[in-house]
């Protein structure tokens, strides 16, 4: 189970690749992962960048819950989360979810479980930048 | 007591403050804590709020020392 | 839209960032990515190896009419399907699906039903040689 | 007629063929085809059909030129 909130951009399949290579217990036992992988979208010129904020503690303890929730609801192996924080620029990858399983309908549903809880209950807050100025996403 | 209470997003940028300290001898709760610390503006019905971390309801009480966050809705991921 | 059978072992995160580092049309379109990946579990000593056969010609026209239904059924905007056939050992990669979309919901849909129409439709077999023998494996 | 017939899999290695050319002067059909080759055993309940690679059904007719595939269910993914 790992939880990272980080400022530094990411690609998704090299943290899957190191992630997989490094956790020894996955190594024959898995045999259905389940990813999600979100993105800034570049919406023409309308949006410039996007600044991620978090509440530094509650985030982390929630992200936490969430994988030891899913651990404990399906037969899943092994949970992975990373999202990033800060600045971020059209095209880079915002969130990073996969669950690790024996079967696939554990994987699918633990992985969508954790994005899912993730956009609905992590204290996380987007900001645009726009043309025009400063505006928040709003729900 | 001593509350230690945090805005985040926009509405850190409305109440211009993202941390304050506040004081109080009678008991609390989040509700209480808006009302002294936004001059008895109403708690708008979107705002969420957590103490020491944990989400929590208006009602919830709120002890010394404790950490009372106000935040919008959350949009992450 | 890209489908692969292949007797190669492959890495399915190397597969994936190769493929969205040429697919041009995903960059800063792409809001959301779900993926699933199949893996040979490794039993112990009771299965050593495990063989994939296909119906070549008609495999590929099946994996190829997924992935179009997928597209006309849900606002996705390509998909990626590779699967391994011949000798595979524990712990190898079987199958790799993705979708791409702009939005979470259709790219969830869109992956579990490209997995899922691909292991009840898509004519490959399994057989594995245990210990004692070898055993096409059954549904 | 000419039919080219196809076995895959365990089947396969049961009828210890993975493929034999039929002819015919009568109108087939997946189960025809079938009894033909198998020697009138009957066509297990399990089994699956192609013709020209796309799934059919034991009625399904078979024209002159067809390529007809019987294979056990499928356990890819």
Known sequence: ?139 | MSIDVKFFASLREQIGKSDIQIESTDSLTCAKIWAQVCNNAPLPSHILMAVNKEYAVQSAPVQDGDEVAFFPPVTGG
């Open chain 1, 1 to 139: 189970m790992k939880i990272d909130i980080t400022s530094n951009k990411f690609n998704p399949w090299i943290q899957l690749q190191t992630f997989e290579k490094n956790i020894i217990a996955l190594h024959g036992k898995c045999g259905a992962v389940a990813t999600f992988v979100g993105t800034m979208r570049d919406e023409g010129n309308t949006v410039q960048t996007m600044f991620l904020e978090h509440y530094p503690g509650m985030t982390e303890k929630y992200l936490q819950t969430f994988s030891e929730t899913a651990l404990q609801r399906w037969d899943i192996l092994d949970t992975l989360i990373i999202h990033r924080v800060g600045e971020i620029q059209p095209g880079e990858t915002i969130v990073l979810v996969a669950a690790w399983a024996k079967h696939r309908d554990s994987a699918f549903e633990a992985c969508r479980f954790l994005i899912d809880t993730l956009k609905s209950r992590a204290p996380f807050w987007k900001r645009e930048t726009l043309n025009d100025g400063i505006k928040w996403v709003e729900k």
